[in-house]
């Protein structure tokens, strides 16, 4: 059974972390699901959408959520290459978290914000995202 994580789906910057978590982990084993969609309230009713909108929701096979910054050990442990999975074997030492938790609480503060650097502008002024599609 895979996890599911949960997005601002409206998000720029978290559109593009959830694009690499698809492509950097094994297939299948998360599952990819923006706060906004329909089914999410029923999947997970346990979630607020205010606790979605404010940071990634990483619930894992036995149920367990992890939210923000305690996704990442989760997410990596998934993933494809050696050095990311090192990486979220060293977010396990006991206090590494907390020095990511005030770094993981700016970013997603000014996500939006930070979101301009992942979007362009077409042409005609449409929103592009980063894999090219224009709304």
């Known amino acids: ?3 599911t994580l949960i997005f601002d789906g409206d998000c720029g910057m978290c559109q593009r972390a959830a694009r690499w978590v698809d492509h950097n982990t094994v297939p299948g084993s998360i ?4 706060c906004q969609d329909a089914a999410r309230p029923e999947r997970f009713p346990s979630i607020a959408t205010e606790d979605c909108l404010a940071s990634m929701q990483l ?15 989760h997410i990596l442990a998934q993933a494809l290459k050696r050095r990311w999975r090192l990486l979220g074997t060293l977010l396990r030492i006991p206090g590494v978290l907390l020095l990511a938790r005030p770094v993981y609480a700016l970013i997603a503060r000014n996500r939006l ?3 301009s650097f992942f979007i362009t502008k077409s042409p005609k002024g449409r929103s592009c995202g980063v894999d090219g599609k224009c709304e």
């Open 1 to 3: 059974m895979s996890s």
């Open 31 to 34: 599952e990819l699901l923006p």
């Open 59 to 73: 619930v894992t096979s036995d149920g367990r959520v992890h939210a923000g910054e305690r996704a990442f050990p």
């Open 113 to 115: 914000a930070l979101s």
